[in-house]
Every structure is written in structure tokens, then in C-alpha cells.
């Protein structure tokens, strides 16, 4: 069943449902069709409409007071289907060592292992459509050649599933749903309704009651909901530690070098991806991190000078030892700015440190709704720069000591402290939006439990990378889906026991 | 003669440009040299050559 609940009609939404999840993304569909598979009715209400309009994309203006990043408006969408509406279609799970406890990491570890998310691959393998994974290579010098499936053409949740949901007699999806307020009992241990509002400012709303509720909205709406939400809980709904919004985390992606390579790879292997072994990431006390070596098919031109920061090559002594070693005329003469032609580059997206600092927060400005819009202060730190630092490095190095390449690092890489791009300069980051109610057995040190129930509220559950306690470097879809269908299977058993 | 490989004489020429007289940032392996990342061996072809 499909409701428009700016329309007239809502009274499919006025009997108790099992479960309420707010959200119609990846996680927010999965968990739906989960929990309905499972014989629970669910309520799934989703902000905007079947389209992406500017009106619904609108609310997620917001402002950017930390590190450059994307306009939030822009790295992700508010409509059936969500961010799946955008996403390139990469997928793996996440390492075994990003569950692990890191000293160098503080607040690392998950209350999680692989174990836990393993029996729910092959589930999510269905529903994105991916081919068998591909075992990691055997590392050489640290390094081993890890390998992506991808969703091919990526799928969008809303195209896929609506027929499905449509024809659903458990779950009723609410469109132009958009939520204003969870009403908790007045001890506070329990949410008793959620409110909905269409975004008609005359609009005086509904609320959907039912046992449990599910916020899927994203690593930026998660926490803006939830800490907008202070009219009984003053500090914000689940943040009695204080720990709303906080770790949030991307995916950096940066250049890292460019790249001469001793031969033609085949086609196949113009882009491949090499990680750390779990010894190098203890023996360097680093983070993990994917390693992108792209052949690219036209050479790299650039600027003597554009690469180095340094000054273009009229320094006569250079022009004869370029002569000299070389046994060719340098391509700039005095003064000239000849280019120097490359084969390839070194990209990186790696973890990123866990910074308490590094956070959403509520901004002054309003929204359409009344709520206050998010202000996403994004930080890097020093354990990023040496990440980054390390990777490259140690990867140039291996090419070089095998003789399969040689690398010239971007100026931005060594310096301390480190210049990172801004968005003018590079990719800088993946949409990812993660950790911003991060998942901990210990209420002190996260917002939800290994369940993905917030502490301290006896039915209110949180779906999505907002939960991830830490990022691994892997892109996050897949791992989403994973635990959104234990989630899943968590409610069915609570629910109908 | 490890010169005629086109490989390393089209690296060494790109070394040779404005990147070779930077200081070196390390003094163990990886060598970086004006940002690059070379091998002793590379180093020293380039020493050699350069006499």
C-alpha cells in the first residue's frame, strides 16, 4: 500500500502498526520488507515523494562550519529511495579488522563481529544483485589486492521495491511524510508516537503509533532529528551521553600521487585497489584504507612546477643535469613550463579516525518545518594525516623496490601539518556520512547497542551508517543492508515474541 | 645498460627536472627525493650519470 499523506486521506496510518520506520532509503526498505516478511505490519514513512523535488530537498539545506565539504543538499537526496538515488553501486563488506579495539584509535571497536553480519551476505548479495565476491589477494609487502562488486546499474531502492510495496498487504508506505516530533512516555523510556507533518505550513499533522520505531534518515538527519527532538528530553532524544551527532565520519578521497608504471597492464587491472594487512595496520598504528592504483588511458599531463609546488625549470643547473642523466632536452627550456606526461595516479579513501570533535550539531536557521537544520562540523586529525602519509608511501615504495613503478607524491602530502585539499582541489570525500549515533555495548561510549536499539529507550531503534562505530574504507551501502536485516530479525523476534 | 630501458629514462628525466636538488625528506627507505619516491639504485644511476 502507497499513500500520499499530503493527501486528504490518511486513515490507513490511524490503526497501531508493529513497527514504524521513518525513512524509505536502502536501509529504511530493507528493514521494512524484512520485518514484513516476518509477518510484522509496518508503517514506512518517507519524507518526500516518488520524485526528488526541490521543495523536499530544500530541508536538507544546511550549513558547513567545519573542514570544505559538499553542500548537504547536494551529497544526499530526500525522496523514495533515498541516497540510492545517487550512489555508484560499490560494494564490500567491511574487514575483519575494523571491528577490532585499536589503542592509537580511541573509542574503536564494535560490540559487533564479522560473524554477526556474515549469515545476512548472502540476503544483501540478492537484493543489490552482486556477483560472488572475490577472495583478497596474498599480500606482498604489506599490501594486499582487495577486490569491489558493484551494483550494475546501481540500484535504486525506490524503482526496485515499489511495485513490491505497493502490492503489500504489512506495510503501508506513507509518502510526504516528514517528521516532526517522537513523543516518549513520560518516564522516557519508550517512544509513544511519532508525528507527521506535509510540508502544507496548514498541515496540523498526524502521528503513527506502533511497539517499536526505526529512524533510517541518514548519518546527518539521524542525529538533526533526534537532537531537534528536546521538548521532553532537553538534550535530545537518546543523547543523555552526550554523544548525539559526535564521530561523525567520512570516507576521505584524495590524490595522493601520480605515477609512472614500468608496463601495460591489461584493461582489466587499469584500476585496482590494495589495502593494508591487518600487521601492517598494527605494526604502522594506522588506519585502514583502500589504495587506489588507476592506469589511467591518456597520460596525466601537468605543469613542471603545478606538480611539485616548486618553481618552473629555469634553474640552469637542472637543465643540465636533466640533459645530462637523461640524454634528452628537458621539455622546458629556461623559463619554459614543458609538461611532464604521467601514466597514472595513487587515490586513496581510507578510515577515518574516530573525533568526538568531529560532529553534527543543530544550526540557528529553521527549516520549512520549524526544526533547526544541521550544521556538519567535519574534522580530520592527526591519525588521518599519517594514515594517508603511510599508505602512500609505503605503497610508492613497494613499486618501486619490484621495479613496477615509480611515484611522485603531491606537495600537499608531507608537509606538517598536512594541507588537505578542498573541494575546489579534489574528491575530498564519498557522500558517506557515518557514526553519528554510533553503535557500543556501554551507554558512555555510544548511542545505540549491538542491537542498533538507543540506549536507555526501550523501543526506539536506529537503522543506517549512523550507527557505525567505526568506518572501515569500504563504501557503506553494503554494510547497511547487512545490518538492517539483522535488525530486522532482531524486531521480528521482540516484536512477535 | 639500464639507461636504454625507456622506462627509467623517461623517470629519470622527469627527476631530473625541477625535482631533484629538494631536500630529502627521508633518510631511510622510502627515499623521497623532490617528491618522489626512488630506490638507491635510482639515486645512484642518476649520481653516476651526472659526473
Redesign the interface.
Known amino acids: 500500500l502507497i499513500v500520499d499523506a499530503a493527501g486528504p486521506d490518511r486513515s490507513a496510518f490511524e490503526r497501531p502498526f508493529d513497527l514504524c520506520v521513518i525513512g524509505a532509503g536502502p536501509a529504511g526498505i530493507t528493514l521494512a520488507r524484512r520485518a514484513a516478511a516476518q509477518g510484522l505490519s509496518v508503517a514506512l514513512m518517507e519524507a518526500g515523494g516518488r520524485e526528488i523535488t526541490a521543495e523536499s530537498q530544500e530541508i536538507y539545506e544546511g550549513e558547513v562550519v567545519g573542514r570544505d565539504y559538499w553542500p548537504l543538499d547536494v551529497s544526499r537526496l530526500r525522496y523514495l529511495g533515498g541516497s540510492s538515488g545517487h550512489w555508484g553501486g560499490w560494494c564490500r563488506s567491511l574487514d575483519p579488522v575494523d571491528f577490532q579495539a585499536k589503542a592509537w584509535n580511541p573509542w574503536s571497536g564494535w560490540p559487533i563481529g564479522p560473524q554477526d553480519l556474515a549469515p545476512y551476505a548472502a540476503e544483501a548479495d540478492a537484493i543489490i544483485g552482486l556477483p560472488p565476491q572475490p577472495a583478497d589477494a596474498a599480500p606482498v609487502d604489506g599490501f594486499r589486492e582487495v577486490f569491489f562488486r558493484y551494483s550494475d546499474p546501481p540500484v535504486n531502492f525506490g524503482e526496485k521495491f515499489a511495485g513490491e510495496i505497493e502490492d503489500s498487504d504489512r506495510i503501508a508506505l506513507g509518502l510526504n511524510a516528514n517528521l516532526v516530533d517522537l513523543r516518549l512516555s513520560s518516564d522516557m523510556g519508550e517512544v509513544r508516537g511519532a508525528v507527521f507533518k506535509s510540508l502544507d505550513y496548514w498541515d496540523r499533522g498526524f502521528t503513527v503509533r506502533a511497539k517499536a520505531y526505526a529512524l533510517c534518515c541518514g548519518g546527518i538527519e539521524n542525529p538533526r532529528l533526534l537532537l531537534n527532538f528536546a521538548s521532553q528530553a532537553t538534550a535530545g532524544i537518546g543523547n543523555g551521553a552526550d554523544l548525539v551527532g559526535r564521530f561523525f565520519a567520512e570516507h576521505p578521497h584524495y590524490s595522493l ?1 601520480e605515477a ?1 608504471f ?1 608496463a601495460d597492464p591489461p584493461a582489466e587491472q587499469e584500476l585496482r585497489f590494495f589495502s593494508p594487512t591487518e600487521e601492517f595496520i598494527d605494526a604502522e598504528q594506522v588506519l585502514n584504507f583502500g589504495l587506489r592504483h588507476e592506469r589511467m588511458p591518456v597520460p596525466i599531463v601537468v605543469q ?2 603545478t ?2 609546488g ?4 629555469d ?1 640552469p ?2 637543465l643540465r ?2 640533459e ?5 632536452t ?3 627550456g629556461p623559463g619554459g613550463t614543458g609538461p ?1 606526461d604521467f601514466d597514472g595516479r595513487l587515490r586513496i579513501a581510507h578510515e577515518q579516525a574516530l573525533n568526538p570533535d568531529s560532529r553534527v550539531r543543530l544550526a540557528e536557521g529553521r527549516d520549512a518545518l520549524g526544526l533547526r537544520r544541521a550544521a556538519l562540523d567535519w574534522r580530520l586529525s592527526e591519525l588521518d594525516a599519517r594514515t594517508v602519509r603511510t599508505a602512500v ?2 605503497y ?2 613497494s ?3 619490484r621495479d613496477t613503478g ?6 600537499w602530502v ?1 608537509p606538517d601539518p598536512i594541507a588537505w585539499p578542498d573541494t575546489t582541489q579534489d574528491e575530498v570525500a564519498g557522500k558517506h556520512h557515518m557514526g553519528t549515533t554510533r553503535m557500543a555495548a556501554d551507554p558512555a561510549r555510544g548511542v545505540v547497542d549491538a542491537d542498533c536499539r538507543v540506549h536507555g529507550i526501550g523501543n526506539l531503534y536506529i537503522g543506517g551508517s549512523s550507527v557505525f562505530a567505526t568506518s572501515g574504507h569500504a563504501n557503506p551501502t553494503y554494510t547497511i543492508i547487512q545490518l538492517t536485516l539483522r535488525l530486522g530479525d532482531r524486531l521480528g523476534k521482540v516484536l512477535k515474541g | 645498460m639500464i639507461l636504454r630501458r625507456g622506462f627509467l629514462k623517461r623517470l629519470l628525466a622527469l627527476v631530473a627536472l625541477p625535482l631533484l636538488p629538494a631536500t630529502a625528506v627521508a633518510a631511510t627507505p622510502p627515499r623521497v627525493v623532490g617528491g618522489w619516491v626512488l630506490t638507491d639504485r635510482d639515486l645512484t644511476e642518476i649520481a653516476r650519470l651526472d659526473r
Open positions: 600521487a609512472l614500468r613542471p612546477g606538480v611539485a616548486e618553481p618552473a625549470c634553474d643547473f637542472i643535469l636533466a645530462k642523466v637523461a640524454e634528452v628537458p621539455a622546458c611532464i608511501l609505503g610508492a615504495r613499486m618501486a623496490e615509480r611515484a611522485r607524491l603531491r606537495d608531507l
